[in-house]
Nanobody, 123 residues
Framework: QVQLVESGGGLVQAGGSLRLSCKATGRTISRSAMAWFRQVPGKEREVLASISWSARNSFTADYRYSISRDNAKNTVYLQIDNLRSEDTAVYSC???????????????????WGRGTQVTVSS
């Protein structure tokens, strides 16, 4: 079993940047695809970015996002630049169970989820 803990959220002014971290404990995520999501109350969860276990494949939903990983630290990062008020949400990460397939996955295929970190953007 893997536990995921997000950090790096907080209050930031519009136009600023944040780097969110997702630290995994319990086992290594070096063979796990990872992803970042966000959710606003009353709206569906939105996928922001995903990365395969080798980092050779990645996806971002917006040019302002950048996803990276450090398997030695068991951590995945999401950089968000030029923050806007509509980016206010709870940001969470997810991990796929480990496997040999070095690919990206759709949201329902992730097995472990963190509880999220709040990001609030003031205009």
């Amino acid at each position: 079993q893997v536990q995921l803990v997000e950090s790096g959220g907080g209050l930031v002014q519009a136009g600023g940047s944040l780097r969110l971290s997702c630290k995994a404990t319990g086992r290594t995520i070096s063979r796990s695809a990872m992803a970042w999501f966000r959710q606003v109350p009353g709206k569906e969860r939105e996928v922001l970015a995903s990365i395969s276990w080798s980092a050779r494949n990645s996806f971002t939903a917006d040019y302002r996002y950048s996803i990276s990983r450090d398997n030695a630290k068991n951590t995945v990062y999401l950089q968000i630049d030029n923050l806007r008020s509509e980016d206010t949400a709870v940001y969470s990460c997810a991990a796929r169970r480990p496997e040999d397939l070095d690919s990206l996955f759709s949201p329902p295929q992730y097995d472990y989820w963190g509880r999220g970190t709040q990001v609030t953007v003031s205009s």
